[in-house]
């Protein structure tokens, strides 16, 4: 049986990201540690994608393959623009409702016109691996490309196979990460309204994660992208390198479809596993990036869920949706971006709009400004209905 080669070391050398306002992760970062916004954004203001695709392109492309299309080409850029074999480039997208806006539209075209009435297209624009898909179509990559569908956590459980793929050697770089679009016209969202009568989104305009009055999140669009490759690639070429990653896991409770299970256990076994997988022991953890819905159930369970791991107070934690909104199963790859820029820039940003705090959270919450570190070990969590658990682990460039 032939030797399996050496596992080898993956860095983040590429980022890219479309939230709310913000185009790049420059913009996102700047929107992270300002001042809290006047509200939390749902749609992205201000996208155009044939400012990056060809009009035969955007016509043929769902909204969420367009912002997948566009994020990857921003992490690219942001890499330098390098020059892959396109037989060893991966990409591996979250995704949590696919091209669902337009399979209502292909419904009310069917039913005004008939089946002459709707697009031919429709399937390929629909299906839910466009979003990887139109990636590596926009790329030129070949290599091994799919879409992970988890629910909320599907962007974190693709960053996490991208980088088991470069690692065991199976690709040498990957574009991973996850976007989401199905908004449709304010008054006529399908899924808006049913999170609304499930009571998980806000009435308010804006999402107030781990804060006293929290009454839900804002559900969004968006799309986060890494280029992930080996330490060495990137060092002989002399790639910028925001971080490392170390490992991750992948849980689910089989406890209940919406809520999570007791003080999160699943979440803690799944961040357990990941910090098993990273060689890291819980004490060298410095931040988590939480998945900080801002619901009663989930906030409280992310709570519990890290005191068990590290004990009380542990390492800050903090969410990012109160800017972005949560725009799915693009969540992970947006976090798992925050992260590495944390990193890079040794700061964790605030938890915005968390003001008032809610005595049985026991965790040390980042509230009110940005809170500086010393960059060290940081995990990213994601928690999608169904129980799907998450956990990325990320650390600083190796000196």
């Not at 016209?185 to 308010?204: F, I, Q, S, Y």
């Not at 490392?244 to 406890?255: C, I, K, Y």
């Not at 972005?324 to 969540?331: I, L």
């Not at 040794?346 to 008032?356: D, E, K, M, N, R």
Request: a negative charge; proline letters at 7%; hydrophobic letters at 40%.
């Amino acid at each position: 049986m032939a030797e399996r080669p050496p596992r080898r070391r993956v860095v983040v050398t590429g980022l890219g990201s479309l939230s709310g306002p913000t185009v790049g992760a420059d913009e996102l970062w700047s929107a992270l540690v300002a001042p809290a916004p006047a509200r939390t954004f749902r749609e992205l203001v201000g996208f155009e994608p044939r400012r990056w695709m060809e009009r035969r392109h955007v016509q043929r492309t769902a909204r969420f393959s367009q912002l997948a299309v566009v994020a990857g080409r921003l992490a690219h850029d942001d890499a330098g623009a390098p020059v892959d074999d396109p037989e060893r480039v991966a990409v591996v997208m979250g995704t949590g409702n696919g091209g669902v806006a337009d399979l209502i539209q292909g419904y009310l075209d069917l039913q005004e016109h008939g089946p002459a009435g709707v697009s031919l297209l429709l399937g390929a624009v629909a299906m839910s691996n466009g979003n990887s898909a139109n990636l590596a179509f926009a790329l030129g990559s070949k290599g091994p490309t799919y879409s992970v569908a988890s629910g909320c956590a599907s962007g974190t459980h693709a960053v996490v196979d991208g980088f088991r793929l470069v690692r065991d050697g199976l690709a040498d770089v990957a574009y991973a990460g996850g976007s989401e679009s199905g908004l449709m016209p304010e008054g006529d969202d399908p899924l808006t309204a049913g999170l609304r009568n499930l009571r998980v989104h806000t009435e308010e305009d804006v999402a107030r994660p781990f804060d006293l009055d929290r009454q839900g999140f804002v559900y969004a669009e968006g799309a986060g992208v890494l280029r992930l490759e080996t330490l060495d690639a990137a060092r002989a070429r002399g790639a910028r390198i925001y971080a490392e990653v170390l490992g991750g896991a992948n849980t689910v409770d089989a406890h209940d479809l919406i809520h999570p299970s007791p003080r999160g256990e699943g979440l803690a076994r799944c961040v357990r596993l990941a910090l098993a997988e990273a060689d890291v022991a819980p004490g060298a953890v410095g931040q988590v990036n939480c998945h900080g819905t801002g619901t009663k159930f989930n906030d409280q369970a992310e709570s519990d869920a890290a005191e068990d791991v590290f004990g009380r107070p542990g390492p800050p934690l903090t969410s990012t949706k109160a800017v972005t909104g949560h725009p799915g199963a693009a969540a992970g790859g947006l976090e798992a971006v925050a992260l590495a820029l944390s990193i890079d820039r040794g700061l964790i940003p605030q938890t915005q709009w968390s003001v008032a705090p809610d005595p049985e959270i026991t965790a040390d919450v980042v509230r009110g400004e940005p809170r500086p570190w010393a960059p060290g070990i940081g995990i990213s969590n994601s928690v999608g209905l169904g129980g799907q658990n998450g956990t990325l682990v990320m650390g600083p460039p190796p000196a």
